[in-house]
């Protein structure tokens, strides 16, 4: 790209042939254009590529307001944020203007008192996309004035034109003029305020303690709700409703895969540990399909939903026993493991709410997902006549102990008892590692277990497996 230097007056930015393009129309060239060069638009969203992006694409297209419907942890707020990347990397406003004034067609009194004054000698400065988007959560102590503006009283006492604009100090809204401004759960805003953002969206005038001002602002207006209370009624005004062009349905991961990426993606990690980290795909899985599963349990409240944030937080704590266990054992792998799993208790319990107010129940529930997630994943890797073998070899008081305290070696030694069991692991361990081999054990003794084949007793904080 040629490099020019930039305008810095109206008359330098006639002069360069720019134009001012309205909000929707540079995003859709934008977006477009995105498309054409087969660009990633929403990079690090998954999941999403076959239902919400292409619906949120045609809205753009076609210039509508989009609302999403979704349950939290949806990334609704990041792909609201990552509409940022459709706007073009900055656009002229008139220097110093509150509300980003267009310069070739200024809306606020002070530029168009300045422009009928200066003419091209005006100054204009440059706006950079980032600070084009404006984001609120709606709550109902929120008052126009925060969103849209208030009067000032003093201004209005000395005598000023009512309609005067001089008189305003604006609100959110009009500071992201020409700009995305998103409101997150906007069935919390009061009614009032539903019509008073109406008013601006359909007639571009405002009523701000009983006058009303013409502010014809130029703002792509996004909004976040839950879908329940989005359709219970008298929760959102039916005129703003029908105004929002396009309602956009998020949703969870529908695949494991897309579950294990985003966690993959968004778990905290740490660098400069000295024991290296492994979550065999097996773990992970167990990890995705708690929470997949928790999602349909109606013991969880699912219209609070059960979030992708669940599945990470409970990766993040089987990794840390794991670790726990390394160090204290002096191992140099961290693997996690089936008896790992019970740790997920106080990762996961903060983050669903139950439909009962049984404090024993939180445990109960959190366990039995981790059993039929065992079940789910052993049984997609095996066929459990096929293990008939291993469990014959338990008959006549053999039993196996495992903990997750216990070391690597202890159960090596396992595998070399009993006939077979190396060819079952290796079914779903490919690694060396002691460590690796460990939870692979786990695994299968576990899954025998989730298949009725063997008893699993606690003894002495240690889980004896057993016929
Ligand atoms: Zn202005």
Redesign the pocket.
């Known amino acids: 790209m040629a490099k020019r230097s930039k305008a810095k007056t109206i008359g330098e930015l006639k002069a360069s042939g720019y134009q001012p393009v309205p909000i929707r129309g540079e995003m859709r060239r934008n977006l477009i254009a995105m498309i054409k060069k087969r660009k990633k638009i929403f990079p690090g969203i998954i999941g999403y590529d076959d239902t919400v992006i292409p619906q949120l694409e045609n809205a753009i297209i076609s210039g509508q307001d989009i609302i999403f419907l979704g349950e939290r942890g949806q990334a609704k707020s990041r792909i609201m944020r990552l509409l940022i990347n459709l706007l073009d990397k900055e656009i002229p ?2 220097k ?6 267009n310069p070739f067609a ?7 008192d ?1 422009v009928a004054e200066k003419g091209d000698a005006t100054e204009i400065a440059w706006l950079p996309r980032e600070e084009r988007y404006g984001e609120k959560l709606a709550t109902p102590d929120i008052a126009i004035t925060d969103l849209i503006g208030d009067v000032d009283p003093i201004k209005v006492a000395e005598g000023r034109y009512l309609s005067d604009e001089l008189t305003i100090h604006y609100g959110l809204i009009p500071r992201t003029n020409r700009g995305i401004f998103c409101i997150n759960e906007l069935p919390d805003l009061t009614e009032r305020l539903q019509v008073g953002l109406f008013n601006l969206m359909e007639e571009s005038d405002i009523q701000i303690r009983g006058y009303r001002i013409r502010l014809p602002l130029d703002v792509f207006l996004v909004a976040s709700a839950n879908p329940e209370d989005y359709t219970s009624r008298g929760r959102i005004i039916t005129p703003l409703k029908d105004r929002y062009g396009s309602q956009i349905r998020t949703h969870y991961p529908t695949t494991i895969e897309d579950e294990i990426s985003i966690v993959e993606m968004e778990r905290r990690q740490f660098s400069g540990d000295e024991f290296e980290c492994y979550v065999p795909p097996y773990m992970e899985e167990i990890i995705a399909e708690i929470t997949q599963l928790a999602r349909k349990v109606p013991d969880i409240n699912q219209r609070s939903g059960v979030s992708v944030r669940v599945s990470i937080a409970n990766y993040e704590t089987i990794l840390s026993n794991a670790i726990r266990r390394a160090v204290t054992l002096g191992e140099k792998w961290a693997v996690p493991r089936i008896s790992d799993l019970p740790y997920i208790r106080a990762s996961t319990s903060g983050k669903i709410e139950l439909e009962t107010f049984d404090e024993t129940r939180d445990d109960k529930v959190i366990d039995d997902l981790i059993r039929k997630a065992a079940l789910n994943v052993f049984n997609r890797y095996y066929k459990i006549h096929k293990l008939e073998d291993i469990v014959e070899q338990f008959s006549g008081g053999f039993s196996v102990e495992v903990s997750a305290t216990m070391s690597a070696k202890q159960y090596v030694r396992n595998v070399k008892e009993m006939i077979g069991l190396a060819d079952v692991v290796n079914v779903v361990n490919d690694s060396e590692r002691p460590e690796a081999l460990a939870s692979a054990v786990e695994f299968i003794l576990e899954g025998l277990h989730v298949n009725k084949r063997l008893n699993k007793a606690k003894i002495e904080g240690k889980t004896v497996y057993r016929r």
């Open positions: 406003i008139i110093g203007c509150e509300i980003n004034d200024p809306i606020c009194k002070r530029c168009r300045k």
